[in-house]
């Protein structure tokens, strides 16, 4: 895609999916899986995390927020939303923590430019508000325009294409493992310890030792 000014709008992210942990091991349980330290997540916060093999290998990423202290969401590939699922679901044996797939529950939307500027107000990067049923969280900024994951019912038609969305998202420098790339990369590759998401104090997690 070529263009002068970044891409101004919402779309439909069609491509992205939810997971849902609820429970009060849904914290614990995910911070002993993923990269990043999720029972340290703020209710406003929001953290890019990565799934890895054995092999150290990422199988996911996500960006996820924890809006109430039994419940943690994480938004990802729907192309690899359903082998997460159920491999995340194999571990958690005695943990009172259900998995489930909230994606028609939590349609998500992607602004940019204006659009995003009106719904973020000053919610800085990595941060989270809600509006309404919405949650907004705000995304890096990318090609200068700033850039909001919307988790909520959509009200109207999408006035931007979803390839755009996806063209800031690589002009942003942040990852999103799909289908395509499972098991292509460590964390390391992708930068994902240098975007926050990756915690090397917070104790062990599948794939570390890599």
């Known amino acids: 895609m070529h263009t002068t000014l970044p891409p101004t709008g919402i779309a439909a992210l069609t491509r992205w999916g939810v997971i849902r942990a609820r429970g009060p091991d849904g914290a614990s349980f995910l911070h002993g899986q993923l990269t990043s330290d999720i029972t340290g997540l703020r209710p406003d916060q929001v953290r890019l995390a990565g799934f890895c093999s054995a092999k150290g290998r990422l199988q996911a990423s996500f960006v996820v927020w924890r809006p109430t202290p039994d419940e943690v969401l994480l938004a990802c590939s729907r192309s690899v939303l359903p082998a997460t699922l159920k491999r995340l679901s194999m571990f958690v044996l005695r943990a009172k923590c259900k998995l489930t797939d909230a994606s028609d529950e939590l349609p998500l939307s992607g602004a940019a430019g204006s659009d ?8 800085a990067p990595w941060q989270r508000r809600e509006h309404g049923s919405l949650t907004i969280v705000r995304l890096p ?3 200068g325009a700033p850039r909001a994951l919307v988790a909520g019912p959509r009200t109207g038609a999408p006035t931007l294409d979803e390839s755009a969305w996806d063209w800031l998202a690589v002009q ?9 790339t499972v098991e292509q990369f460590v964390p390391q590759m992708l930068n994902l310890e240098l975007l926050g998401g990756v915690d090397f104090a917070k104790g062990c997690y599948p794939g570390q030792e890599i």
């Not at 995003?116 to 919610?123: I, V």
């Not at 420098?173 to 395509?180: D, S």
């Open 116 to 123: 995003a500027a009106d719904l973020l107000g000053e919610t």
């Open 172 to 180: 942003s420098g942040v990852p999103t493992i799909e289908a395509a």
């Open 141 to 143: 900024d990318a090609a």
